[in-house]
């Protein structure tokens, strides 16, 4: 009679921590010296779709995998498997350079070219999409840095940039004659007016300063007797471009 023995089973321990992009995977495990028909392989989900199969090589894209290790001895029959993450890395500390960061108004729209976006000695901007780097108004804006969602990154990474306000002036001029019955007034011209978005208030009163100037009148006060009157006028802008002087 032919006795058939079956070997006993054995857990192989292994370890492998979650790492993140760029780091090594490096299972650790032990085989004793009489190990034989050794097998091991790596398998899983990589983070842009694509599976992952391989019995040398250790996955490098940030996915989930698995990685099992199988082998016999004279008495045992082991195995061992272990799952791990390799976690994209955040690109928060990326520096990211821009083509110009200082930009004048013109009431166009201003775009500014990302040059690259550096992190760990290597450009990642191919791997990230691009907002914020289109605007009209002056002032300070941010270039915003998202990675994509299937890369190995994740997170964002800004930079700054200004658009510059301009100067545009402003000319003044009264009224000065002999009476002649009509009514006659002041006058105030703004260059660039349109582009400004410029509207100038009136008024014989008091002085107009940015904190009041909508006390004042759109239309000049007028006089008609003889003598003086003396007109206070301040010209309100869209903050994209100063009136010189404004009041």
């Not at 995977?25 to 190990?35: G, K, S, T």
């Not at 272990?82 to 821009?98: Q, R």
């Not at 997170?155 to 000065?176: D, F, H, K, L, P």
């Not at 006058?187 to 100038?200: F, P, R, Y």
Request: glycine share 8%; hydrophobic share 30%.
């Amino acid at each position: 009679r032919l006795a058939v023995l079956e070997k006993e089973g054995h857990e192989i321990a292994i370890t492998q921590h979650d790492v993140t992009y760029g780091d090594k995977v490096d299972p650790q495990f032990e085989v004793p010296e009489d190990a034989q028909e050794f097998m091991q392989a790596y398998t899983g989900i990589q983070r842009n779709g694509e599976v992952y199969n391989s019995d040398i090589d250790a996955p490098t894209e940030a996915g989930e995998y698995s990685f099992i290790v199988v082998y016999e001895t004279e008495s045992k029959s082991c195995y061992g498997m272990v799952s791990f993450k390799i976690e994209p890395k955040p690109i928060t500390d990326a520096k990211v350079t821009l083509a110009d960061d200082s930009l004048e108004y013109n009431g166009n729209v201003k775009t500014v070219d990302v040059v690259s976006a550096m992190l760990d000695g290597e450009d990642i901007m191919r791997w990230c999409s691009i907002s914020g780097n289109s605007e009209v108004n002056a002032g300070e804006h941010t270039v915003t840095l998202t990675a994509l969602e299937d890369s190995n990154y994740i997170g964002t990474a800004t930079a700054n940039y200004m658009i510059n306000t301009i100067q545009t002036r402003v000319v003044s001029g009264g009224y000065s004659g002999v009476y002649d019955g009509k009514s006659h007034s002041c006058s105030v011209s703004v260059e660039n007016a349109e582009m400004a978005g410029a509207k100038v208030y009136y008024s014989a009163n008091k002085e107009l300063d940015e904190r009041n100037f909508t006390d004042g009148t759109p239309i000049p006060p007028e006089r008609t007797k003889t003598g003086t009157t003396k007109v206070y006028f301040y010209v309100d802008t869209n903050g994209n471009v100063e009136a010189v002087p404004k009041s």
